[in-house]
């Protein structure tokens, strides 16, 4: 009874000690916690039970600054302007109106070609900075293993720059050759699927529809899978 009581509990867990014990994007030793995903990349009123995991001080505030400017890029990029009064989400627009250095940078990496088509230079090393933050989360959440290696590959892109069988594959589940560790999340949502998020076909976690989504996999080593706003996506590979 007290087993199966464990096991509906998202907040129980039988992982080991390597998911408390260090922070998740660094190693060092946790004195607080961080939501996976950021908040900032979520539109209020943020949904319930954000996942959580072990993070440093120094993690918890050091990406602040590149989630914000990710966050407000890619707003803007959609939006098609800086503008606060025009950008679609009003937490980017609050942003936005209290840093316009923030504003100036961004519409710095704005051009116009000939034909009026807008194009945007991305801080490619804070993309990257902000996503492998947020696949290492996820996948310590998931898998109560902690990546703090350099992964094997990462890309990052505009859904609608993929092609059909790029975008196909993207969009679909790996086949798993590997179970997930007893005791983690990832093992627990295949036996009682307690994350409401989670679509055990898709294999995605939906954590705000139009927002932000998920998925993690361990076809062999583990991948991570990540799409924000519905506009850029993202894979990390270990």
């Given at each position: 009874?007290?087993k199966?009581?464990l ?10 000690e390597?998911?408390?014990a260090?922070c998740?994007f660094c190693?060092?030793?946790p ?8 908040k900032v ?5 943020l ?5 959580l995991v072990g ?12 989630e914000q400017?990710?966050a ?6 959609m939006?098609?302007?800086?503008d606060p ?9 609050a942003t936005?109106r ?9 519409e710095k990496?704005k051009q116009t070609d000939?034909n009026?088509?807008l ?17 290492r989360?996820?996948?310590a959440h ?8 350099e ?6 892109a505009?859904?609608e ?7 196909e ?8 050759r590997v179970?997930p560790?007893?005791g983690?999340r990832a093992f ?9 998020t989670w679509?055990?076909?898709s ?13 993690v996999?361990?076809p062999?080593?583990?991948i991570?899978?990540?799409v924000l ?5 993202c894979?990390?590979?270990?």
């Amino acid at each position: 009874m007290v087993k199966s009581e464990l096991l509906m509990d998202p907040r129980q867990l039988f992982a080991d000690e390597r998911l408390s014990a260090y922070c998740v994007f660094c190693g060092n030793i946790p004195t607080t916690r961080e939501h996976a995903a950021s908040k900032v990349f979520l539109d209020d009123p943020l949904p319930e039970d954000l996942p959580l995991v072990g993070s440093c001080h120094e993690c918890n505030n050091g990406y602040s600054g590149d989630e914000q400017y990710l966050a407000c890029l890619i707003d803007c990029v959609m939006s098609g302007t800086t503008d606060p009064g025009k950008v679609q989400r009003k937490k980017i627009a609050a942003t936005l109106r209290h840093s316009p250095s923030l504003a100036a940078r961004i519409e710095k990496a704005k051009q116009t070609d000939d034909n009026g088509s807008l194009s945007w230079t991305p801080e490619d090393a804070r993309v990257k900075n902000v996503f492998l933050k947020l696949a290492r989360g996820h996948v310590a959440h998931q898998y109560s293993e902690p990546q703090l290696d350099e992964p094997e590959s990462m890309w990052i892109a505009p859904l609608e720059l993929l092609t059909n069988e790029q975008r196909e594959d993207f969009e679909t589940l790996p086949n798993s050759r590997v179970w997930p560790e007893i005791g983690s999340r990832a093992f627990i949502n295949q036996i009682v699927g307690m994350d409401k998020t989670w679509d055990a076909e898709s294999g995605w976690h939906l954590l705000q529809s139009g927002r932000y989504r998920y998925m993690v996999a361990q076809p062999s080593g583990i991948i991570a899978r990540i799409v924000l706003s519905e506009y850029l996506a993202c894979e990390v590979v270990w």
